[in-house]
Every structure is written in C-alpha cells, then in structure tokens.
C-alpha cells in the first residue's frame, strides 16, 4: 500500500504524510512543529514513529518546521539532494543523518522505492519524486516552472498523482503580489499554473486512481477555478477520467487520507497470481 495525506499544502508552507507500506515518512517540513506533532498525535502517531523525511528543495515553505523537528529527533533520516543539503547547511540547519538523493537513481526503503527525477525551480537542486512497490505507483512533482519530458516521463503510469497547480493567470495579474514575484511565478523556473495540470494529465499513458492538486496559492488561486480549469479537459477526454479521484490539498486543513493498492495477504496473493496464470494459459490455447 502507498498512501499520502496532507497536513498542509499552499504558499505558506507544505508538509504531507507518506505511508509507503508500513512506515511512515513525512513529505518536506513547510510548516510549525507544533502542528505537525498535533496531526500525528491526531492519527496516533509521534515522531519516534518516523522512518524518515523527504525534502524536495530548501525554499521556506518546505523547511519552516525542520529545525526544530530535528532538535527533537536529531537522529531522523533526512532523504534529500546534495545542493538541497548544502542549501540546508547554508541555513545553519544541521543535518546529522543524511541519505542522499540522486537523479535517476533508484533508492531501496525496504518495502518500496524512490526514485528522484529534477524538476524546473529555481531552488539548488529541486526533486521530484517517484514512489513504487510491487503494485503500485505514487508520483510527486510540486514546485515547477513548466512541464518537461522528463517530468512527464515519470508520471505517465502512476496510480496517485500529485502535482502542483499554482495559480490562476487572471487572478495573480490582478492579485497584491509586487511585479518581481508575479515574474518569478510565471517564469519557466517558478510554478505551475492550472492549465499546466492538463499538460501532465493529457500524456499519461494510463489513468490514475487518484489526483492530487497541491500547493494552490491562497492569494491567486481558488479551488473552484482550478476545477474550472480543468471541466474542458475532462469533456474532451470522454470517459477516460470518470473514474480517477480528484482532491485538492488545502493550506489551513488536513487532507483526506488517499491510498492505492493494499497489503493482501500471502494466500491471497498466490491464489490471484494463480488465477492470472491460469486465464493466460486459457488464451494461449484457445488461439
């Protein structure tokens, strides 16, 4: 089983919880330590109950809460880049357990696997994020500039997908942000608007179970437009999408907690991989 549910998602600041099989991993660090610990402590859980945290970029909204998370648990595997860490360094936050990250190549966490991809921001070294077991496929992909092949590559066949939708253009024209970060926004290095979200979902080789949108800009976005966005992409691709699961992550709420596959048990398991066998056997003679 893979799974994602997020404590907080938006411009001022991003945390989510990652189960990958059966340990938990928190995605960045963006916001207060006081309401992370009030999240886990509302699903059970405590830091201690932690196998690690994945940092996709240095930027504040992703690491607000890192320092003091790791004063409370110094020894907490930090899953990262080397220009994330060094950014970090830079910080002065210090890192005592560092597992890095490389592009393109495959991290084994025991019962699944994360694969790093770059992503377009103008952070030192940005990662998007690829999750798999056996059954199933989790990709992340938040903070990017535009949609590159590289991007949709690792995308294309994922179960749970989570990708940013930043802005609406009409409204950050007209939004208070000064005109340098309207810019750095729009830019090929900044964030994805809405209609970026079309570009990933119009080349998936497959349709996802779930869709996450993330990291919605409270001062130039709104969920009912990104759905707007979204409803001429859905007519045109007839009944393709009707059965994905759309969400949006909100900045002051808790998600809902969103899962693909399942733990099955070993007998189970057989008998399905017998059943597979058994219906291709069938085929093949029947030609």
């Given amino acids: 089983m893979i799974g994602i549910t997020f404590i907080g998602s938006g411009s001022k600041g991003n945390c989510a919880l990652l189960e990958l099989g059966s340990r938990?991993?928190?995605l960045d660090a963006g916001l207060s330590c006081r309401r992370i610990k009030e999240f886990l402590e509302d699903r059970q859980l405590s830091f201690e109950d932690l196998s690690g945290i994945f940092i996709t970029h240095e930027h504040e909204d992703h690491i607000k809460g890192l320092r003091v998370l790791l004063s409370?648990?110094?020894d907490l595997p930090v899953y990262c880049t080397r220009g994330t860490m060094c950014a970090l360094g830079s910080k002065n936050i210090e890192v005592a357990n560092h597992n890095e990250l490389v592009y393109g190549r495959n991290l084994d966490l025991g019962?699944?696997?994360c694969l790093p991809f770059k992503v377009p921001h103008d952070a030192?070294?940005?990662a998007g994020l690829r999750f798999s077991n056996s059954d199933r496929v989790m990709c992340l992909a938040t903070d990017l500039g535009h949609v590159t092949p590289e991007v949709i590559e690792h995308m294309k066949d994922a179960d749970l997908v989570c990708i940013e939708s930043n802005y609406d253009e009409d409204m950050l024209r007209s939004c208070s942000y000064p005109v340098w970060l309207k810019r750095r926004?729009?830019?090929p290095m900044g964030h994805l608007p809405n209609e970026g979200?079309?570009?990933i979902l119009s080349r998936m080789k497959?349709?996802?179970e779930v869709v996450v949108l993330m990291h919605v800009s409270q001062e130039s976005n709104t969920p009912a437009l990104i759905r707007e966005s979204l409803e001429p992409f859905f007519a045109n691709s007839g009944a393709r999408f009707k059965t994905a699961r759309f969400s949006v992550a909100e900045q002051d709420h808790y998600g809902e907690r969103l899962t693909v596959g399942a733990n099955l048990p070993t007998a189970l398991k057989q008998a399905l991989l017998f059943h597979d066998k058994e219906q291709k056997?069938?085929?093949v003679g029947a030609r």
Wanted: glycine share 4%; proline share 8%; net charge positive.
């Fill in 72 to 74: 409370r648990r110094n």
């Fill in 124 to 126: 030192t070294e940005p």
């Fill in 185 to 187: 926004i729009r830019s």
């Fill in 206 to 208: 497959k349709t996802p």
């Fill in 281 to 283: 056997t069938a085929k």
């Fill in 111 to 113: 019962n699944c696997d």
């Fill in 197 to 199: 979200v079309r570009g």
């Fill in 24 to 26: 938990y991993y928190l």
